[in-house]
């Protein structure tokens, strides 16, 4: 690796827009300059130049001397990698919108965590807090279970064994990985995730996995609404967002897993 400043200052600076990142995905407390300079053992003098420079570049952004986030020419860089089916979602998305009149959602999974990866355009509003990055659990969710299509209960066990489920998730949500467990074998025989006001009060989601050719899981797709949006019409709903999903897993390119986490084998473990 070259030793001048300038590639010092870089991954300097890219190991700060990586925790910041990190810490925003999973939902945690957001740093400021020395709390960054402590975590990642620099000086906080260095730290504060650096966070400046990112931030001019819009990597970083932050709001009356507040803690970091990530900046929207971050996100910019990220839009540039949606190739293959992640760029073809936008498409199937808005698809799904003019057939269903229904809010859909692609989503990828790292570990126990559900990560928006693409919201349909009547979901993702302005001012909403449904948009890319958004994190929500996997055990409690249409599009988390969907992701979950492959764990058998052994895996589901060892996926959500540190889980607190104590205070998460609308009225129909698990409460152990038993439960989800079970939820999962109701969901395989019908071929389909119904999610009954698991995470939100008064939400039902319909979802899918979607997989590549080669049979492994890249996303989940899904739709959310009322019940009486959802539950009379599962089986058309459910028929066209498998035709979406095989639509998007047949691209010839793209992410290729299902977010960062341990990711199922096809015997339901984690590989």
């Known amino acids: 690796m070259d030793s001048s400043s300038e590639a010092s200052s870089m991954a300097q600076g890219l190991r700060i827009v990586r925790l910041v990142a990190d810490r ?13 300079a402590t975590e990642l053992e620099m000086e906080q003098s260095r730290v504060s130049r650096l966070t400046q420079e990112l931030c001019d570049l819009r990597l970083l952004e932050r709001v009356e001397r ?8 971050f996100f910019g860089l990220a839009a540039s ?3 293959g089916w992640v760029s073809e979602s936008r498409t199937v998305l808005e698809d799904l ?3 269903l009149g229904l809010r859909c959602r692609v989503s990828v999974r790292d570990g126990f965590r559900v990560i928006l990866l693409r919201a349909s355009s009547n979901d993702a509003l302005p001012g909403s807090f449904v948009k890319p990055g958004m994190v929500t659990p996997a055990w409690c969710t249409g599009s988390g279970r969907a992701l979950l299509w492959d764990h ?4 589901i066990q060892d996926l959500l064994r540190d889980v607190n489920f104590i205070g998460v998730g609308g009225p ?3 409460h152990s990985p038993l439960e989800v467990g079970g939820l999962m074998d109701r969901d395989r025989e019908r071929g389909f995730v ?8 008064g939400i039902y989601e319909l979802a ?10 890249l996303a989940s797709l899904c739709v959310l609404g009322g019940q009486q949006e959802i539950e009379p019409g599962s089986n058309d709903i459910a028929k066209a967002l498998l035709e979406a999903a095989q639509r998007l897993g047949n691209c010839e390119s793209g992410v290729g897993q299902a977010g960062r986490g341990d990711s199922p084998a096809p015997d339901g473990h984690p590989s």
Do not use: Y
Request: proline fraction near 8%; hydrophobic fraction near 35%; charged fraction near 25%.
């Open 66 to 73: 507040g803690p970091f986030r990530t900046g929207p020419r």
């Open 172 to 174: 129909g949500a698990a």
């Open 194 to 201: 119904v999610a009954a006001e698991e995470f939100e009060h």
């Open 24 to 36: 925003e995905k999973r939902g945690r407390r957001l740093h400021g300059v020395s709390q960054l």
């Open 208 to 217: 899918v996995p979607v997989r590549n050719p080669d049979g492994r899981i």
């Open 152 to 155: 058998h209960q052994a895996a």
């Open 97 to 99: 919108v003019a057939s």
């Open 81 to 83: 990698l949606n190739t």
